[in-house]
């Protein structure tokens, strides 16, 4: 009752005010009236020229009928106002409805990619692009002001030892290991096969499971060169990424690290106002936590407060992702080619009007 009120007070307010003034008048004319009354003997008749008579004043019956009349008329006129703008809101009401339903100015899509459909031979799935407008994503998506990962599968890779820290520097020659999958004890087995296996000779590696640490010796003093090669090789045995000095014995500074912390999700087409900056220069579209042990599946899903925000850039045109996988070393991630899975959120203006 009190929403009808407040849309319809300017109605009501002027019909009561006529009623108001239309009732002074009323009293007037009555008080008027009744003083004609006593002086009827006076009233003023006109001859016309066609011998017709008219009356300078009404009745008082005559005006009773006149107000009767015109209240009814105002009364009509107040309903019909009523019923006129109470369609006028239905059918803004029904607009509105319609427009936050089925024709709203901006939309978003969910948008489901993963290694497997995007697959080109010799494609590393830690860097590959998907493609859209054919057969597997046959939209073109224009006019898109968002984008944001929603959902994220991706393989911790059972390989201990990968590309990215096969590679250690003693006396200045290289020692290469073996990629694949290693327990700690193993892993310093390995260590020793290896170096052994070149032109050095004479070396043990001490594999110490209360300490998780390595120490490596030898009857000559060595050093290990672990800043002059590019892999992470000295966080898989504890040591600085610096080089050591020359000794016959050296421990691991800190316990081993055999882990991977977090993948940094990347894509070049996004523009860096949708993106984080890492401590490595990358614009970055999430950081994934590896919080699953090797050789399984990690399960991400951006926090409830990212997802509740937006930020927006200028309208573009997306026909093409590249998916780009970073380790927390800030190489490429080596998955072993295993794949992943993404579902990613875009925002669209729909309403172009907007523009203009």
């Given at each position: 009752m009190k929403e009808y009120l407040e849309k319809y007070k300017y109605h009501i307010g002027g019909s009561s005010i006529a009623i108001i003034v239309l009732y002074f008048l009323y009293n007037t004319f009555l008080k008027r009236e009744e003083e004609l009354e006593e002086e009827k003997s006076n009233i003023v008749i006109q001859k016309e020229p066609d011998n017709k008579f008219v009356k300078a004043e009404i009745s008082h019956e005559e005006f009773l009928v006149f107000m009767k009349t015109l209240k009814g008329e105002l009364q009509n006129l107040t309903k019909s106002l009523v019923n006129f703008n109470a369609s006028q809101i239905k059918n803004k009401e029904l607009l509105d409805f319609r427009k936050n339903l089925f024709t709203k100015d901006i939309i978003k899509k969910s948008i489901l990619v993963d290694s497997i459909s995007a697959y080109k031979e010799g494609q590393n799935t830690s860097n590959y692009i998907v493609n859209f407008g054919g057969s597997n994503s046959p939209e073109v998506y224009k006019n898109?002001?968002?984008?944001?990962?929603?959902?994220?599968?991706?393989?911790?890779?059972?390989?201990?030892?990968n590309d990215n820290n096969n590679s250690i520097?003693?006396?200045?020659?290289?020692?290469?290991?073996?990629?694949?999958s290693y327990t700690f004890t193993q892993l310093g087995n390995h260590l020793q096969t290896q170096i052994n296996a070149t032109s050095l000779s004479g070396f043990t590696v001490i594999s110490d499971p209360t300490s998780y640490k390595y120490i490596i010796n030898s009857s000559s003093g060595f050093k290990?060169?672990?800043?002059?090669?590019s892999?992470?090789?000295?966080?898989?045995?504890?040591?600085?990424?610096?080089?050591?000095?020359?000794?016959?014995?050296?421990?691991s500074t800190y316990s081993v690290d055999h882990s991977i912390h977090y993948a940094d999700?990347?894509?070049d087409e996004i523009p860096s106002i949708a993106c984080k900056m890492s401590s490595k220069g990358k614009q970055i579209i999430a950081r994934i936590?590896?919080?699953?042990?090797?050789?399984?599946?990690?399960?991400?899903?951006?926090?409830?407060?990212?997802?509740?925000?937006?930020?927006?850039?200028?309208?573009?045109?997306?026909s093409s992702l590249s998916i780009k996988l970073f380790d927390d070393n800030g190489n490429e991630y080596d998955s072993n080619n295993g794949d992943n899975y993404f579902e990613f959120e875009i925002?669209?203006?729909?309403n172009t009007e907007l523009f203009k």
């Open positions: 898109v002001i968002g984008f944001r990962l929603v959902n994220a599968i991706i393989p911790y890779t059972v390989y201990t030892v520097i003693i006396n200045g020659i290289p020692v290469d290991l073996v990629k694949g290990i060169h672990w800043s002059e090669v892999s992470h090789a000295y966080r898989l045995f504890g040591f600085e990424n610096e080089n050591t000095s020359s000794d016959t014995s050296h421990t999700l990347v894509i936590p590896f919080n699953n042990s090797s050789g399984g599946l990690v399960y991400y899903r951006a926090p409830e407060g990212e997802l509740q925000t937006s930020n927006y850039f200028y309208p573009m045109k997306l925002t669209i203006v729909e």
